[in-house]
């Protein structure tokens, strides 16, 4: 349980942006640092990491165990990290969490101990690709699973893999069977609908039904498995870096947060199915008037999820609980977000997620992508603490139905009707992000542009 002050951090306020924790990722890295220099393998690993995937071996990490006789319960707490205690923590062990920082966990064991674990999103692949004939402990789909990868003296490395469980202890579960019955479910659910309404009506009740056989933590991550595999169906440089991650078996366990858009009429009924999900609403988000759009951010209690929804929002509009209350039906125009559902439909149907964003190590990864010929767009966030870049946008056919609808409406002009028809419109991005500091939000400064240059409509006017 968060304490109350915590608590108040997560609540609909757009006011609110994390902290930033300096010392914190000093004592973080100087750990990383010590266990790379003990441990040969882990050393190896981090420096093809980088190679490979342009990725931080420190994004990869699901938490550190260190022995209490190597730090005091007193410096974990002086950094901010309190105590957790769950019936899932194993014996002899204390588990310390910061509360406000996306920072991994760090595990306090009684016995002479020091081992970090790694985070691929598929346990079995990540030990196929090291080759080794490792095996791992727990069944294939439960809850929680891991492997000792190598011992070197008395530094471990291992990796687990998690399916919507947030504790520490390899244990039989009786949900595999319904688990992997809704893995498929939501692999080939129906997306494609006469009317966005009654697709959203369908998944909601899919959604309901789902809940009372599975755990909603079970739940939310067999659905976002599923929807990263449909967005990276769709978006070129997801492929590209897919693969790249994948030759070392480490698939997409480096997420940092998944972005859905949403019309103003349907989006109550999105976040209903999140909170449904297990989700809890985080900080509101406001672009600033000229950006005409905003967003809830929302966090899961046990998968290490965080999902970011936009819609279009006008400037009086910004300090209501828009997630609950929804909007008043009035004329409006319609911005960037309400375009792109316009063009392409809900995020949660048949469009999929805007963009996945996912820690890399931001200037490798903007050096390194575009020679598979994935370019990048210039960053639109530049701070010691956080980088974003988006990669050049993957252009989606439009439906002549959807192109009718909006030209009758006065929502494009002719011109657009047709070079829409002609060269389909922007549909999804991957972004390359870096955190430091132990930042857990985002960037409201200089937001505004990059949507602003990736409106379908600003992009065929500006010929790029």
């Given at each position: 349980m968060k304490p109350?002050?915590?608590?108040?951090?997560?609540?609909?306020n757009e006011e609110f942006d994390w902290g930033l924790y300096p010392e914190l990722e000093t004592f973080v890295v100087g750990l990383v640092d010590k266990f790379l220099s003990k441990h040969k393998t882990a050393k190896l690993l981090s420096e093809r990491m980088l190679e490979k995937s342009s990725t931080r071996f420190i994004d990869w990490i699901d938490h550190l165990v260190v022995s209490e006789s190597d730090v005091k319960p007193k410096t974990l707490e002086d950094l901010g990290l309190a105590v957790s205690e769950s019936q899932r923590d194993p014996d002899n062990v204390t588990v310390y969490r910061h509360p406000a920082s996306y920072l991994f966990p760090i595990l306090l064991d009684e016995r002479k101990r020091n081992e970090v674990a790694l985070k691929p999103e598929e346990l079995d692949h990540f030990l196929q690709m090291l080759g080794t004939g490792i095996g791992a402990e727990g069944e294939p789909f439960s809850q929680f699973r891991k492997a000792i990868v190598k011992k070197e003296g008395d530094y471990v490395l291992s990796a687990v893999e998690r399916r919507g469980y947030n504790g520490f202890i390899v244990q039989e579960t009786d949900d595999i069977q319904e688990?992997?019955?809704?893995?498929?479910?939501?692999?080939?659910?129906?997306?494609y609908f006469d009317e966005d309404d009654e697709g959203m009506a369908h998944f909601e009740k899919m959604m309901r039904d789902s809940l009372v056989r599975l755990d909603s933590g079970r739940v939310a991550d067999a659905f976002f498995r599923t929807e990263r595999v449909y967005w990276q169906s769709r978006n070129r440089a997801g492929q590209i870096q897919k693969a790249r991650q994948d030759t070392l078996g480490l698939g997409w366990g480096n997420h940092d947060h998944h972005t859905y858009r949403s019309s103003r009429r349907n989006f109550t009924r999105m976040i209903r199915i999140l909170e449904d999900m297990g989700y809890a609403c985080r900080?509101?988000?406001?672009?600033?008037?000229?950006?005409?759009?905003?967003?809830?951010?929302?966090?899961?209690?046990?998968?290490?999820?965080?999902?970011?929804?936009?819609?279009d929002l006008n400037p009086d509009e910004k300090d209501i609980d828009f997630a609950h209350r929804g909007f008043e039906e009035r004329e409006t125009k319609m911005g960037t977000v309400g375009l792109w559902i316009g063009l392409h439909g809900e995020s949660i149907l048949q469009a999929g997620m805007h963009h996945l964003e996912a820690r890399f190590d931001h200037d490798r990864l903007t050096k390194d992508l575009p020679a598979f010929g994935a370019p990048m767009m210039p960053p639109f966030s530049r701070f010691d603490f956080l980088k974003q870049a988006f990669t050049v946008g993957e252009h989606w056919p439009v439906d002549r139905s959807r192109l009718d609808r909006l030209i009758n409406d006065g929502y494009i002009t002719k011109e657009q009707y047709d070079q829409f028809m002609k060269d389909g419109a922007i549909g999804s991005h991957m972004e390359?992000?870096?955190?430091?500091?132990?930042?857990?939000?985002?960037?409201?400064?200089?937001?505004?542009?990059?949507?602003?240059?990736?409106?379908?409509?600003?992009?065929?006017?500006?010929g790029a």
């Open positions: 109350e002050s915590d608590q108040k951090l997560v609540q609909n688990y992997t019955r809704m893995l498929s479910r939501f692999f080939h659910r129906q997306r900080e509101r988000y406001y672009a600033g008037e000229r950006a005409g759009w905003g967003a809830q951010i929302l966090e899961h209690k046990t998968c290490d999820i965080v999902a970011f929804t936009d819609v390359n992000l870096e955190r430091d500091q132990g930042f857990k939000g985002f960037n409201k400064a200089s937001v505004t542009k990059i949507i602003l240059e990736t409106d379908p409509r600003s992009h065929h006017e500006g």
